[in-house]
């Protein structure tokens, strides 16, 4: 497992541990009214930085915890079980919005890699200072492929 991946899973960890402090000082203010308020923003956050490993472990958690936490009259299974599938929603539309910014930015990428290349092979007809500009691309290319890690990445 790579160490964002890690990265990923541990910030949905903490995002929970946050959340189940501020659920708890919630439910001391509002009452058993909110059950979920603060699980909601820890799955999302969970999901946009983490991805779809760390967003399903985050409503995991967070199912389970307003389980042990908050069980009393107020909060049965049911209510549980409907904020699963919200908080899934939440996960589905947090990856799909990571995974298009991460291909935008694979494309920018791409695009002015290209641009460095047309610039770069067109610049001169003397040897010399293309094959100057033709190393220089190389090492931007290279650069570019160590730098993206989406497995999407054009560059490579």
Known sequence: ?????????????????????AQLLLQQGLGPRVPF??????????????????GL??????????????????LDRASILLFIPVSLSFVWVAVRLRGATLNSRAARQEAELLADAGVALSSSLDSQTTLSNLTC?????WRCCRLVSHRRCRCR
């Open 1 to 21: 497992m790579g160490n964002s991946r890690l990265k990923g899973y541990g910030l949905a960890l903490i995002a929970v541990a946050a959340a189940v402090g």
């Open 37 to 54: 308020m603060a699980y909601f923003p820890a799955v999302l956050f969970s999901s946009v930085w983490g991805g779809l490993g760390p």
């Open 137 to 141: 691309l190389v090492a931007t290319v």
């Open 57 to 74: 472990m985050a409503t995991l958690l967070s199912a389970l915890s307003a389980f042990y936490f908050q069980l009393d009259s107020s």
